[in-house]
């Protein structure tokens, strides 16, 4: 499958032109079901402020300058409905393609899609719909710049205890205190020279998913992957309460016209 831009960028925009295609482009799966959040429709469709997150992350993502195009891998029997969505929403440049039965699948399959014109790919969660624009072009520069893999983190600010996990209710003992000076918490989008993760891809897919974000799978490669600083309003909506505090952050956006 190949998808055409249609970028028509003015010559000081970091992106290209149509003529030359897209450098960077975002891959952002979209085909989990969200039990987390609870029953009723996928995670990514799930309304923030009366709108879909998986918009709110479309729209996030391509509002970046260093952003060319944007591709969001569906359900495997929802790419119609998912379509729909976007058209619905005028984002019609948006390319859909049916995922696979697991993320990684999902990141493969959208990596596949896009031109041969790619050189940067960022992978973006759809359940992460308030990133700023400035932390997808942070990323973006990073590996522009020369980084084969880059995410976005904060500090942790909590204490950290490594356990030895119980499978029932009972108390688990604590088997060590990392530092937490050295730890961060890593956000999306996260961004790669695409011949890396291509490669990573390829390569550890007959072993399963193995690593929990894609920057896991480059690292299993010995390529090194860099952190640049994240965004407090990046967090991913996971649980009713995530919801909750997106919705306030959304509502003040929309107060400060920010939105």
Request: proline fraction near 9%; charge should be negative.
């Amino acid at each position: 499958m190949s998808i055409e831009s249609t970028d028509s960028a003015p010559s000081d925009d970091p992106r290209p032109t149509a003529d030359a295609g897209p450098r960077t482009a975002v891959v952002i799966p979209a085909a989990g079901r969200g039990v987390r959040l609870g029953p009723g429709a996928p995670k990514a469709l799930r309304e923030l402020g009366g709108t879909p997150m998986l918009i709110h992350a479309v729209r996030a993502t391509a509002r970046a300058r260093t952003v060319g195009l944007v591709v969001v891998v569906a359900p495997p029997d929802g790419a119609w409905e998912v379509r729909s969505l976007l058209d619905a929403h005028e984002l019609t440049d948006v390319a859909v393609v049916p995922g696979g039965d697991t993320r990684q699948d999902s990141v493969r399959l959208g990596l596949a899609a896009l031109p041969d014109t790619v050189e940067t790919v960022l992978v973006h969660d759809a359940a992460r719909p308030l990133v700023p624009h400035e932390t997808v072009d942070a990323v973006a520069a990073a590996v522009r710049d020369g980084a084969p893999a880059v995410v976005p983190a904060l500090p942790v600010t909590d204490t950290v205890k490594q356990v030895e996990p119980s499978t029932d209710a009972e108390p688990e003992p604590v088997t060590g205190t990392p530092d937490r000076a050295r730890l961060r918490a890593v956000q999306t989008p996260q961004g790669f020279d695409r011949k890396i993760l291509a490669q990573a891809h390829a390569r550890l897919a007959p072993e399963g998913e193995g690593a929990t974000d894609d920057a896991g799978m480059v690292e299993r490669l010995g390529v090194e992957v860099v952190v640049v600083r994240g965004h407090e309003e990046a967090f991913k909506v996971t649980r009713p309460l995530d919801l909750v505090l997106a919705e306030a952050v959304l509502a003040r956006r929309k107060a400060n016209v920010e939105y």
